[in-house]
């Protein structure tokens, strides 16, 4: 075993989860055989809630959601960085007036200007509002189905303490400049005494690469954005393939 990693940090779209967005029976093996070694093992998503039949939760010490605005080793909280309302007021309520579909989320609810169960049948949990009034702080905004003409209206409207991400999904995700996936995992590995060169860390896409870059060891999956796999010190098989837990087998168990 390769003494030097003590926690394992992985995306979870197009990484640990394949394709359908199921997670394999080998991959689940692998993670338990990895937590019994004494290995803390994170995902890393720019998802909120997670379903539980999605991903099981008694895999993962801790998780990190909304981009990293929210970290958590088990059910304690150790760190949050929301987007104060009063800062995403203006851009909310102008993408509203341009007609595009727009959601700002905290914890499972989800505040928009659209029946969120219309585009996502799972997505119940949605209150519809009027933006100018709403004042709830925000741990994600997003939205979607964008033009280039789209992207540029949103990034002009962007306070400086907010960034934006685009998916290649098309879902364009909207947090604080402190809400990253790096700055989450750092928040969790000194919660635990890990140092960062201690890390393993996986991905795909572009809120992937500073997670990639931060960590000791940087994995890129095989079907991941070719700025991924730059950023990233290795490159293991693709999600469809179990590649981030092949790569476990082969170098860390």
Not at 53 to 80: H, S
Not at 118 to 141: C, G, M, Q
Not at 155 to 173: H, I, R
Request: include cysteine; aromatic fraction near 8%; hydrophobic fraction near 40%.
């Amino acid at each position: 075993m390769r003494t030097s990693i003590k926690m394992i940090a992985t995306d979870l779209d197009g990484t640990l989860l394949r394709s359908d967005k199921t997670i394999s029976e080998h991959t689940k093996s692998v993670l338990s055989r990895c937590r019994e070694s004494g290995l803390k093992l994170v995902y890393a998503t720019g998802r909120g809630g997670i379903d539980a039949n999605i991903v099981p939760p008694e895999l993962f010490d801790g998780r990190i959601t909304m981009n990293g605005a929210v970290a958590k080793a088990g059910d304690a909280v150790v760190y949050n960085c929301p987007i104060p309302y009063r800062d995403a007021r203006r851009l909310l309520v102008s993408c509203d007036k341009r007609g595009l579909r727009i959601v700002s989320q905290t914890s499972d609810m989800h505040y928009s200007n659209f029946a969120t169960s219309d585009v996502w049948p799972r997505l119940t949990n949605y209150k519809i509002v009027d933006f100018s009034r709403h004042d709830a702080d925000a741990e994600k905004i997003y939205t979607f189905d964008l033009t280039p003409e789209d992207i540029s209206f949103i990034e002009n409207q962007l306070p400086d303490n907010l960034y934006m991400v685009v998916m290649t999904d098309g879902l364009a995700m909207i947090v604080h400049k402190g809400a990253t996936k790096s700055k989450a995992v750092s928040e969790l590995a000194s919660f635990w005494g890990i140092d960062k060169s201690e890390i393993v860390a996986f991905g795909d896409d572009l809120n992937d690469i500073d997670m990639i870059s931060y960590a000791g060891v940087g994995v890129a999956m095989e079907n991941a954005l070719d700025e991924v796999k730059a950023a990233a010190g290795h490159v293991c098989s693709s999600n469809d393939h179990d590649g981030a837990v092949r790569w476990l087998e082969d170098n860390v168990l």
